[in-house]
Nanobody
Framework: QVQLVESGGGLVQPGGSLRLSCAAS????????MSWYRQAPGKERELVAA????????NYADSVKGRFTISRDNAKNTVNLQMNSLKPGDTAVYYC???????????WGQGTQVTVSS
């Protein structure tokens, strides 16, 4: 059974930091590209950051470059998103995504709420 379980969301003041984690199980984690997406109310889901199976050349949305860092640990089947200098515009539900494998499978987590507000 495939599972992606996000944690680490919450309420933070502007300028603060949060670290999101995603624990994966039920598939060969090291074969998959891992990504974080977010969806704000009334907006489409957007890609925030992605990291390849070998952790090379992470990609970031322009809006988060220099503030967010994605990392993965293939030994622990986890992917993290360190978010610094948070802004109210970062408020959204953040989703963990896995894509890859022999049949280009795609899996989603249930999401974790991040709220940036004073």
């Amino acid at each position: 059974q495939v599972q992606l379980v996000e944690s680490g969301g919450g309420l933070v003041q502007p300028g603060g930091s949060l670290r999101l984690s995603c624990a994966a199980s039920g598939f060969t984690f090291s074969w998959y590209m891992m990504s974080w997406y977010r969806q704000a109310p009334g907006k489409e889901r957007e890609l925030v950051a992605a990291i390849s199976s070998v952790s090379s050349s992470p990609n970031y949305a322009d809006s988060v470059k220099g503030r967010f860092t994605i990392s993965r640990d293939n030994a622990k089947n986890t992917v993290n998103l360190q978010m610094n200098s948070l802004k109210p515009g970062d408020t959204a539900v953040y989703y963990c995504n896995a894509r890859g494998g022999r049949y280009d499978n795609e899996y989603w987590g249930q999401g974790t709420q991040v709220t940036v507000s004073s």
